[in-house]
């Protein structure tokens, strides 16, 4: 019989090949994530630009309807567009190209920036720059743990989906009837530890979706809705830390 691992034999040692398809496997694995995270981060330094330019400018006004001082016309469109969007990409994206998938997410991210302009009026710079630097050091260390962990997630992450929607019934009650200041501090903690959540959810199964859709045409469009999941996680997670420790301009 023939000895698979003898170097005097003219064969390839036992596992060399499969060792050569796990290092092919890990850099295009690496490669996938690295261009997810790439188009999570263009998209929330995009949200942050144009957030700052509508607010600086004094854009925002259109937005407000400064006799009530609640949305404008144009302002409900802003803010409502983007949730039509992600709806359009998530039951679309099957038949939807990645080009397709690319521009509706830039545009996601532009007109969220625009909404999100406000804040630039309620906070002040400071308290805006810290809960996005601690947001952006909390997603980092949440991905990690997502990426390298052996746990399976998915359970944590179905069940935090079910609080979000919690969590959007409890604010709008909050809003409309109790007013209550305590309960949106309440509400913005629970808002934290949910995202927090669904990041590392999200970072594994992207991780794990790879290996479906590695070298195929849905590849592309893997990377856009993957980074679309963690660029809401990011956004979220920041607003609550803002809600929570930002500073309230005069």
Known sequence: MANWSDPR????????????????????????????????????????????????SGAWQVLINM????????GWIVALAPVGIVFAMSFGQSRMSAGTLQALFWTYATLLGASL???????????????????????????LY????????????????VGV???IVAMLVNQLLLHSGAMEKVISVVGVLIFAALTAWHTQRTKAIYSY???????????IMAALSLYIDFINMFLFVLRLFGSSRN
């Open 146 to 161: 997502g990426y390298t962990t052996k746990r399976d997630l998915t359970a944590v992450g179905s069940f935090m989906i």
């Open 165 to 167: 929607i919690g969590i």
């Open 213 to 223: 859709v590695a070298g195929t045409a849905d590849e592309g469009r893997a990377k």
């Open 9 to 56: 034999s003219g064969a390839a040692p036992f596992g060399v090949a499969t060792d050569a398809r796990g290092a092919v496997y890990d850099a295009g694995l690496r490669s996938y994530m690295l261009s997810v995270y790439n188009y999570m981060a263009s998209a929330v330094l995009l949200t942050g630009v144009v957030a700052m330019g509508v607010a600086y």
């Open 67 to 74: 006799q009530t001082r609640g949305l404008s016309p144009l």
């Open 117 to 143: 302009s406000t804040i630039f009026i309620a906070y002040t710079a400071s308290s805006i720059a810290g809960a996005f630097f601690a947001t952006a050091a909390g997603f980092a260390g949440l991905s």
